[in-house]
């Protein structure tokens, strides 16, 4: 099922930087630095002298979403197996490691304290994901910066647990980057499952940090997921929206994955 077409409006964009609030000094350190990052993977746009990412339109991105354990991670290593597909998994290995500490764990077990720093990290993590030059004509990606700021950060907020100046200061700079950075997604592909469903698999996986996960929790989060991209309620969707049930044991799951490979890979 298809529930919504909408694409593009964010494709844009890293502005020349003109800021009246950045001295020039660091204007220019800011250009040298991005020049030197994106040079060879952008190119200046003719219109809105804006940059874009080179032989961005004939190219295309796919996010792969769902509640914690809906099985992204099978989805993708299916996936991988095809021709002419880059596949990126989501980096939780960095989430649990960052120069030998680990966030995630730390947010999960002191959410107020440690929710900013661990989606700081999140967020640095999956922007680069995004930014990064495509390998291969189609991408998949595990999750988005989107459901890392609509899903999670929103939760940790609405449940109480993150405070406001931290909320804040987490959405001016989720805010800024998709303004001003080029974050083009052609599709998104929402494995629906039940809250219990990936109660079940996460019990199962044992993920060391999971372990403090209550029902509660995933259902929050499927929830927030509902609003956004069934329901289209809460937040912008930066893609059409692929919904595939996903509560089913793994070979059912492998079939409808084959099932939909039309579907997911034209998604240009
Ligand atoms: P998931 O994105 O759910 O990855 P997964 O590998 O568990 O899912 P699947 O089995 O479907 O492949 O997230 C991994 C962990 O990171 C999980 O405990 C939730 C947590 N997390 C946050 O706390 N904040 C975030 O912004 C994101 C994206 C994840
Ligand atoms: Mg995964």
């Given at each position: 099922m298809i529930v919504n077409s909408f694409k593009g409006l964010c494709r844009v964009v890293l502005p020349l930087y003109s800021h009246k609030s950045l001295s020039t000094n660091i204007l220019v350190r800011h250009r040298a630095a991005l020049g030197k990052h994106l040079l060879g993977h952008w190119r200046s746009s003719t219109s809105h002298?804006?940059?874009?990412?080179?032989?961005e339109g004939k190219k295309s991105v796919i996010c792969l979403e769902g509640n914690i354990a809906s099985g992204k991670t099978t989805c993708l290593e299916y996936f991988s197996k095809t021709s002419d597909i880059e596949v990126l998994t989501e980096p939780v290995s960095k989430w649990r490691n960052v120069q030998g500490c680990n966030p995630l764990g730390l947010m999960y077990q002191d959410p107020t304290r440690w929710g900013l720093t661990l989606q700081t990290y999140v967020q640095l993590t999956m922007l680069d994901q995004h930014v990064s030059p495509m390998t291969a004509p189609i991408r998949m990606m595990e999750r988005s910066i989107y459901s890392a700021k609509y899903i999670f950060v929103e939760n940790l907020y609405k449940s109480g647990k993150m405070p406001e100046v931290d909320f804040a200061?987490?959405?001016?700079?989720?805010?800024?980057?998709?303004?001003?950075?080029?974050?083009?997604?052609?599709?998104?592909?929402?494995?629906q499952t039940s809250p219990q469903t990936c109660h079940e698999r996460l019990k199962q996986r044992c993920r060391e940090e999971e372990?403090?996960?209550?029902?509660?929790?995933?259902?929050?989060?499927?929830?927030?997921?509902?609003?956004?991209?069934?329901?289209?309620?809460?937040?912008?969707?930066?893609?059409?929206?692929?919904?595939?049930?996903?509560?089913?044991?793994?070979?059912?799951?492998?079939?409808?994955?084959?099932?939909?490979?039309?579907?997911?890979?034209m998604a240009r």
């Open positions: 002298g804006k940059l874009v990412r080179n032989g200061v987490l959405s001016e700079w989720f805010e800024w980057i998709i303004k001003n950075i080029s974050l083009p997604v052609d599709l998104i592909v929402y494995l372990k403090v996960i209550p029902l509660e929790y995933l259902e929050s989060i499927h929830n927030l997921y509902e609003d956004w991209l069934i329901h289209q309620k809460s937040f912008h969707v930066p893609a059409p929206v692929l919904v595939i049930p996903a509560d089913h044991d793994l070979k059912k799951m492998l079939h409808q994955f084959e099932e939909n490979r039309e579907k997911i890979l």
